[in-house]
């Protein structure tokens, strides 16, 4: 990473496909910022590379409080930055012209969701060809468009939950 902490990938392989180049999705786990480890989306890593024929990274990034934000997005932005370079691709036996996709669940769909934002803004290359984003936290009740305030229930229906309920989420 960027301050030299080094962070741990854990890779998936097709099962029974042959070892020519594959594209690759790089799939982040949730656990709001504060829990969770790479290898605990490997129950849908394996299916979607055997599935698509892809090789499936699972990065891993430095979890809250220990440390604070940004650490979550720039160990996650250095990851891909790192992961995209043709040389490491290489290494993965991955051709990024087959596919470069991110994704994640919760916090890692949130992740998702501005990796995708940042990598298209600026231009990073390869080109994204995908984002899958799982229920993430990208939208909060104060900037939904007016027209659209009516179906915003996300909130509202999830108030009471014994998790995430709006005591813990204030």
Same mark, same amino acid.
């Given at each position: 990473?960027?301050?030299? %902490?080094?962070?741990? =990938?854990?890779?998936?392989? $097709?099962?029974?496909?042959?070892?020519?180049?594959?594209?690759?999705?790089?799939?982040?786990?949730?656990?709001?910022? +504060?829990?969770?480890?790479?290898?605990?989306?490997?129950?849908?890593?394996?299916? !979607?590379?055997?599935?698509?024929?892809?090789?499936?990274?699972? $990065?891993?990034?430095? =979890?809250?409080?220990?440390?604070?934000?940004?650490?979550? @997005?720039?160990?996650?932005?250095?990851?891909?930055?790192?992961?995209?370079?043709? !040389?490491?691709?290489? /290494?993965?036996? +991955?051709?990024?012209?087959?596919?470069? %996709?991110?994704?994640?669940?919760?916090?890692?769909?949130?992740?998702?969701?501005?990796?995708?934002?940042?990598? !298209?803004?600026?231009?990073?290359?390869? @080109?994204?060809?995908?984002?899958?984003?799982?229920?993430? +936290? !990208?939208?909060?009740?104060?900037?939904?468009? /007016?027209? %659209?305030?009516?179906?915003?229930?996300?909130?509202?229906?999830?108030?009471?939950?014994?998790?995430?309920?709006?005591?813990?989420?204030?």
């Amino acid at each position: 990473m960027r301050d030299g %902490y080094q962070s741990e =990938l854990r890779i998936y392989l $097709p099962v029974g496909q042959s070892s020519t180049p594959r594209g690759m999705f790089v799939l982040i786990h949730g656990g709001g910022f +504060c829990l969770g480890k790479n290898f605990s989306l490997g129950y849908l890593a394996r299916p !979607i590379a055997t599935l698509y024929n892809l090789t499936v990274v699972c $990065p891993s990034y430095r =979890l809250a409080p220990e440390h604070r934000f940004p650490a979550a @997005p720039q160990d996650m932005w250095d990851s891909l930055k790192w992961l995209s370079q043709d !040389i490491h691709a290489k /290494e993965l036996e +991955c051709d990024l012209s087959l596919g470069f %996709y991110i994704g994640g669940v919760s916090a890692g769909g949130t992740l998702t969701a501005v990796m995708a934002q940042r990598w !298209i803004s600026e231009g990073c290359q390869p @080109p994204l060809m995908g984002a899958w984003v799982s229920v993430p +936290c !990208i939208l909060e009740k104060e900037i939904v468009p /007016e027209q %659209y305030q009516s179906l915003y229930l996300a909130r509202d229906q999830n108030a009471r939950s014994l998790v995430f309920n709006q005591e813990a989420l204030e």
